[in-house]
């Protein structure tokens, strides 16, 4: 596979092929992403050209004609990006896909039908899918508000109503605070000097807040006006939308905050089958990467308790030896004491 190998850098490598066209046919873009640095941020897609891609000046404005695959960046972005150029303009799926943001291997793919269908499928499993003219904004919108349309000025569209025979209680009006009725002038409060003694404010229990009439049906409710709908004079259906004329490479550019992402197992094909073949082999490298980690984790656990044992047994001995310090020091002491003590 192909490694990521420098934190925050741009990425751009591309591969050239004998061009084809997928008319009245399907079109399959899969490959497998591995992000076994535990990524933070970076991207994880793929992007497939026609034959005018510039591979020796490949950057983030080159066109292209797909871009499929996973982009991560923190926990608000994890998604499987589909985007198809259409007519000079990019289109995002109007769907959110999320993607696999685990250490282990996965494979992404994408189907394209004839019929103006699609699937996404992550580890041959389907994640999504649907029509081409819906999930996204190749065309204008087959209807629109009719311009002309107007609701009507008596249209009521309130459901409630304030009751018109409820009426505020008359003891309603209560002051929201009031004096403290515990609190007492201090001893030393002289009014001369400080003013006039008034008592702290307190919430009044009796506070009711605003009074508002209570709610009852609308007699006269209509309903919730719906805009009347119309033709699009702007819309033409395109049967094409799934339709690439030439494709000729595919490309990884991307940037990552984090490096160390593993792609590998990339394939363009018109055979569905073919690729859930490839991509059944999914299980088996999982297992073995998880196994591999497992055996790693063990290690460093083992080393770490280690190195903790070790610490501490250095420790103790650092400890024997202070004491042993302290013992002769004390020794040295006494044997002074006794050489300057005269006999009487």
């Known amino acids: 596979g192909l490694q ?20 009245d046919d399907t079109l399959v873009i899969q490959f497998s992403v591995k992000h076994e640095q535990n990524i933070d941020c970076g991207g994880g897609y793929l992007k497939v050209f026609d034959c005018k891609v510039d591979q020796k000046d490949l950057h983030g404005d080159s066109p292209y ?7 991560i960046c923190g926990p608000g972005t994890k998604k499987v990006h589909v985007i198809f150029s259409y007519k000079g303009k990019n289109h995002l799926i109007n769907k959110d896909i999320r993607c696999k943001d685990d250490v282990y291997t996965h494979f992404y793919t994408l189907v394209v039908k004839s019929d103006n269908t699609y699937e996404v499928l992550i580890d041959n499993e389907k994640v999504e899918s649907g029509s081409l003219e819906e999930d996204w904004d190749f065309l204008p919108p087959k209807k629109i508000k009719d311009p002309e349309a107007k609701k009507p000025e008596d249209w009521d569209d309130r459901a409630t ?9 008359e003891d309603w009006d209560k002051p929201e605070h009031i004096p403290d009725p515990d609190a007492t002038k201090p001893d030393d409060w002289d009014d001369e000097m400080d003013g006039e003694w008034e008592p702290p404010m307190i919430d009044n229990p009796e506070y009711k807040g605003e009074w508002k009439p209570k709610q009852i ?48 197992n990339f394939m363009i094909t018109n055979d569905v089958e073919a690729a859930k073949k490839a991509a059944a082999t999914f299980k088996d490298t999982q297992e073995g990467e998880k196994k591999i980690k497992e055996a790693q984790e063990a290690e460093e656990r083992k080393k770490a308790e280690e190195e903790a044992k070790a610490a501490e047994a250095d420790k103790d001995d650092e400890d024997l030896d202070d004491e042993e310090d302290e013992e002769n020091t004390l020794g040295e002491a006494t044997e002074v004491e006794d050489e300057g003590h005269d006999e009487l």
């Open 4 to 23: 990521t190998s420098q934190d925050a850098r741009f990425y751009a490598m591309s591969a050239k092929f004998t061009p084809f066209s997928n008319k």
């Open 65 to 71: 004609l797909v871009m499929f695959g996973p982009d």
């Open 161 to 169: 109503i304030a009751d018109p025979d409820d009426t505020k209680p």
């Open 217 to 264: 049906d609308n007699p006269n409710y209509k309903g919730v006006w719906v805009h009347p709908e119309i033709d699009n004079s702007e819309y033409v259906e395109d049967k094409d939308l799934y339709l690439r004329e030439e494709v000729c490479a595919v490309g990884l550019d991307l940037w990552q905050v984090k490096s160390g992402t593993i792609f590998d």
